[in-house]
């Protein structure tokens, strides 16, 4: 008990944590009717009725909008094809500037150079790590056309001195809520506060449907261009009458009849799981916050988190030992989970790498149209520095874990506990 699983003593728990799985008998025989129904996609790339799918993929679509208080809801073969989707309906183009977060999956910043579009990476609040409004407004150009807001982890950003800022510069804002279903924000849900919404169904999230995405809005006309890109739109122009054609050519972003099925049938546990989350990570937050220097994940007055993930910070003066010393060593005590194992442990320090940092900002090497275009009359800046907050949260201040997925037990936390009470103790002795 006494020596560290990092220097070979015995780790706390070595039986592997029960597996996050979330398709039930349910989902089965959902899969099942569509399977025997022999209609496994009723999409048709033209100007009429199967233009919008199958029944499965538009009841799971009209089951969305009902749910998350959205008008429209469209389905997409992934987050990353919802957002370049959503992209595609704001109207970027090349010389075209979009505020991003650097502190998110490369999708959310990618889909502006599909477009031709360059994304600009302002900073994240320390508190909750989503965009910083002040530092949105210092990045705003005569180029920008749009904000790209990410609940990150699974909390809202504040969106309402967002929406100001939008409101004052006219700028179109699209939520990346892949890890934010049914988050809320003042009591209002995520997804339907900006103008588009994008959420993500890929089996690491939530709930899912292998790979899978959904885009709300409010905007008829923007669910139109969404629809359009979705399906190879050039083929409906001109039947459909569309006067703006500015990127309505389209891809095939369809997701299929039977992973609506599977998703539709999920819908009807995914707030069951997030309560069960947000039990597991009051339950964790309280057990951590008797180590000096571990802090628990802020929740805004009025807001709901999700917990995809929980982002603690960590306070390298108070604990006296640098994070990746103590977050590895916390991750050697404990085994990864079922259906989880080549994924490695359910801890780790930091998030992802603050994405300006990747050889693709970098080197600028890759495309020659966003930061490359001879239309485009800006200086982005991709250096290292641009965004101190991101960087030291990454580099020195946050880990995250996902030990609340259920059916986590309080057993099973305890020894999660029992883990960071066993390596605070011997914290010293990874300095040796
Ligand atoms: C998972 C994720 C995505 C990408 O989702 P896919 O459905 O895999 O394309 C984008 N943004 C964030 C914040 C994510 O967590």
């Given at each position: 008990m006494s020596t560290l699983a990092v220097n070979g003593g015995k780790p706390i728990r070595t039986k592997l944590f029960p597996a996050y799985n979330t398709i039930t008998d349910a989902e089965k025989k959902a899969a099942l009717e569509v399977l025997d129904s022999g209609n496994l996609s009723q999409f048709l790339g033209c100007w009429m009725d199967d233009f919008f799918g199958g029944p499965k993929v538009r009841e799971f679509e009209e089951k969305w909008s009902a749910m998350f208080g959205a008008k429209h809801t469209v389905s997409v073969n992934s987050n990353t094809s919802g957002l370049f989707a959503a992209v595609g309906a704001a109207g970027l183009g090349p010389g075209d500037e979009i505020i991003v977060s650097p502190y998110t999956?490369?999708?959310?910043?990618?889909?502006?150079?599909?477009?031709?579009?360059v994304p600009v990476f302002a900073d994240i609040q320390p508190d909750i790590f989503t965009l910083d409004p002040k530092s949105i407004e210092k990045c705003i150009t005569p180029r920008t056309k749009a904000i790209m807001v990410v609940h990150i982890f699974g909390h809202p950003a504040d969106m309402d001195?967002?929406?100001?800022?939008?409101?004052?510069?006219?700028?179109?804002?699209?939520?990346?809520?892949?890890?934010a279903p049914l988050t809320t924000y003042k009591g209002r849900m995520v997804g339907t506060i900006g103008h588009i919404g994008v959420f993500s169904l890929n089996y690491h999230k939530h709930i899912h449907t292998g790979e899978g995405g959904m885009v709300t809005t409010n905007s008829d006309e923007l669910a139109e261009k969404i629809q359009l890109i979705r399906n190879h739109g050039e083929t409906s122009l001109k039947d459909k009458g569309m006067k703006d054609f500015t990127n309505m050519w389209g891809f095939n972003y369809r997701l299929t009849e039977v992973q609506a099925a599977i998703g539709i049938t999920q819908m009807d546990r995914l707030e069951h799981y997030i309560a069960e989350r947000i039990d597991n990570c009051e339950y964790m937050a309280d057990k951590l916050a008797q180590f000096a220097?571990?802090?628990?994940?802020?929740?805004?007055?009025?807001?709901?988190?999700?917990?995809?993930q929980q982002p603690f910070t960590y306070d390298e003066k108070l604990?006296?030992?640098?994070?990746?010393?103590?977050?590895?060593a916390v991750s050697a005590e404990l085994p990864s989970a079922e259906l989880r194992e080549s994924t490695g442990n359910l801890i780790g320090a930091g998030y992802v790498e603050?994405?300006?940092?990747?050889p693709l900002y970098q080197t600028r090497l890759g495309t020659k149209c966003s930061f490359n275009c001879p239309r485009y009359e800006g200086d982005v800046s991709y250096n290292k520095g641009i965004c101190p907050v991101a960087e030291d949260m990454h580099y020195k201040k946050?880990?995250?874990?996902e030990y609340m997925r259920p059916p986590m037990t309080r057993a099973d936390l305890d020894?999660?506990?029992?883990?960071?009470?066993?390596?605070?103790?011997h914290r010293f002795e990874l300095l040796d």
């Open positions: 999956m490369s999708a959310s910043a990618i889909c502006a150079l599909v477009y031709g579009a001195p967002i929406m100001d800022i939008a409101r004052k510069h006219n700028l179109i804002v699209i939520e990346d809520c892949a890890q220097g571990i802090i628990p994940p802020v929740v805004y007055d009025n807001c709901r988190h999700v917990y995809y604990v006296g030992v640098p994070r990746n010393l103590f977050i590895s603050p994405l300006y940092l990747q946050l880990f995250t874990h020894d999660v506990v029992h883990a960071f009470e066993k390596v605070y103790e």
